[in-house]
């Protein structure tokens, strides 16, 4: 099929490879010339197993092409619209702007029998008003929502290999079946492969995205609450999860304790989920978002709490090694970075915060410029009066107190995300703290 993906960031890059990658012709559009320089050039503009790999391959076999202009979009008769929803200035809401700017500057190119299909995260509604436009603009095309599940760090496999497939199409029912028939050319590798497939209306599909990211936020708190109950108990919430999860109604998945959840998608959907159901008269129905949030926050508070705590009731002039940046492994991404906030509210208390990542360093920067940044860990570490693991690359996952010993000024160690053993760092004669674990 000829297909456009407009907006080439986490998730439309992605998709647009994955989709070159299953045969398909595609033009990825996005309105930053870096990016599409980059791209067109198979170079990932970020972090993302396995991108570059299908990037090459698909820019190789010359069914992949990037563009600035949405006018190369006029070949295509699919069109994804994967530009980003971020939480709007000021406000919980989502900031339609991209998709709306994403959308009109399709319009012209529209042809009959063309299908938009949406696929970034929308307040419930948006797709019904996104379909008046598109019809407006051209009777004979048609819109579907098309919600992406994908995980940054998973992208690749997730788009080419998703665990389910959604479709959201007009209430017409001759409408929706082409839409749907559409779907099942570009998913036709997914849908051979036996992939469940939900086909509903506008509103449900929309629902199910951000219903999904709340339920993984919801989990996250869940467990981040009752280690709070734990560190109060002396009781072991991972080996609570471990129990609990055994529960196959339950599931062990998405139940690790730590210093909360970030990134571009779970913190900013919450919030718009639950202003799109105050604008809709059921405040009441979401209100337990707010506390899932609070729970979340309150994480990063208790880190840099404990922090101080460890050093003794002050951080001014102390040297913290902060090892991880990115909201969470495999991923360059910083966006609402727990990480990235506990080390930057400590060097806000006065502490001298040298901080490493396997990938997130020029984004961090980018960011905050305050900050000192090291290329690894052992830099990080050298002279530090207390070690901090945020974020669970693999490398920090493997540690040992050997590693360390010899370069730390103090054997003071935070184990934000559960990983370490504690027995092994506690027999080092380290003061080992960990999150609802002894
Ligand atoms: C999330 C969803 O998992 C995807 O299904 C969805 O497609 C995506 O948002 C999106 O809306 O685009 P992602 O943001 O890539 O994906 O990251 P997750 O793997 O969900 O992790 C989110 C955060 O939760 C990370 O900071 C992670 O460290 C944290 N987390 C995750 C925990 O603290 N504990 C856990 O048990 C699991």
């Not at 647009?16 to 010339?33: C, F, K, P, R």
């Not at 108990?233 to 062990?252: H, K, M, P, Q, S």
Request: with cysteine; hydrophobic share 45%.
């Amino acid at each position: 099929m000829k297909i456009s993906v407009v907006g080439c960031g986490y998730l439309g890059a992605v998709h647009a490879a994955a989709m070159a990658e299953l045969g398909h012709d595609v033009i990825g559009i996005d309105v930053d010339q870096a990016k599409i320089d980059a791209l067109a050039a198979g170079k990932a503009p970020f972090f993302e197993p396995g991108l570059p790999e299908i990037l090459t391959s698909a820019s190789a076999s010359g069914r992949l092409a990037f563009s600035i202009d949405t006018s190369a979009a006029k070949d295509a008769t699919v069109h994804f619209i994967a530009v980003g929803t971020p939480q709007k200035p000021g406000s919980h809401s989502a900031d339609m702007t991209y998709v709306d700017a994403a959308v009109d500057a399709l319009l012209p190119f529209l042809k009959p029998g063309d299908l938009v299909v949406g696929k970034s995260t929308v307040p419930v509604g948006t797709a019904a008003r996104l379909a008046e436009k598109v019809r407006t603009a051209e009777p004979k095309a048609d819109l579907a929502w098309n919600p992406e599940f994908l995980r940054e760090g998973f992208a690749v496999k997730d788009t080419i290999s998703p665990d389910r497939l959604v479709y959201g199409v007009s209430p017409d029912p001759e409408a929706g079946a082409a839409a749907k028939a559409v779907l099942d050319e570009v998913y036709a590798k997914a849908l051979s492969e036996d992939t469940p497939l939900v086909v509903t209306d506008y509103a449900t599909a929309e629902l199910v995205k951000i219903s999904a990211n709340a339920f993984l936020a919801t989990k996250i708190s869940f467990i981040n609450a009752i280690a709070e109950i734990a560190d109060v108990t002396g009781a072991n919430v991972t080996e609570l999860a471990d129990a609990i999860g055994y529960d196959a109604r339950i599931g062990r998945r998405f139940l690790n304790a730590g210093i909360g959840f970030g990134g571009g998608c779970l913190p900013k959907d919450i919030r718009a989920f639950g202003a799109r159901a105050e604008e809709l008269g059921r405040g009441e129905s979401l209100a337990f978002l707010k506390e899932v949030d609070a729970i979340n926050l309150r994480r990063r508070q208790y880190v840099v709490d404990l922090v101080v705590d460890m050093l003794g009731g002050q951080a001014f002039e102390k040297k913290v090694a902060v090892l991880g940046l990115a909201f969470k492994p495999d991923s360059d991404d910083i966006r609402d970075s727990p990480a990235l906030d506990i080390a930057v509210q400590l060097n806000g208390l006065g502490a001298v915060v040298s901080a490493t990542d396997p990938h997130a360093i020029s984004n961090a920067r980018a960011k905050h410029p305050q900050l000192h940044y090291v290329e690894d860990a052992r830099e990080a570490v050298k002279d530090a009066e207390i070690v901090l693991l945020l974020t669970e690359w693999n490398e920090y996952r493997e540690l040992v107190p050997a590693d360390l010993e010899g370069l730390v000024a103090g054997k003071k160690i935070v184990d934000g995300r559960n990983v370490l053993t504690s027995a092994t760092w506690a027999d080092a004669g380290w003061e080992y703290r960990a999150m609802g674990r002894p």
